[in-house]
């Protein structure tokens, strides 16, 4: 079986730096979390609404057309969607 819970071994390190994604602001934005460790509890959501915000920012960068664009409704990450769907 597995280790229990509490066990030290089975323990997450949260004060360790996620592993770099290579976007900037997913990085920055991920390594807010490690500030929870220091933080009172009463301050995570402050944290997870930061990090949520940041990385929300950057998959809608990413679903964009290129060029900036806004495309035109109905259009998805892939172009225009085909007729009749």
Do not use: I, N, W
Not at 20 to 31: K, M, N, P, Y
Request: negative net charge; proline residues 13%; glycine residues 16%.
């Amino acid at each position: 079986m597995g280790q229990p819970p509490g066990d030290s071994a089975a323990a997450h390190d949260m004060g360790a730096a996620p592993a770099a994604v290579g976007d900037e602001r997913v990085d920055e934005a991920l390594s807010r979390l490690a500030d929870l460790e220091e933080l009172p509890v009463t301050e995570h959501p402050e944290v997870f609404t930061y990090v949520h915000q940041r990385l929300s920012e950057a998959l809608g960068d990413l679903s964009a057309p290129p060029g900036g664009g806004q495309g035109r409704p109905g259009d998805g990450p892939r172009g225009p969607r085909a007729p009749g769907r």
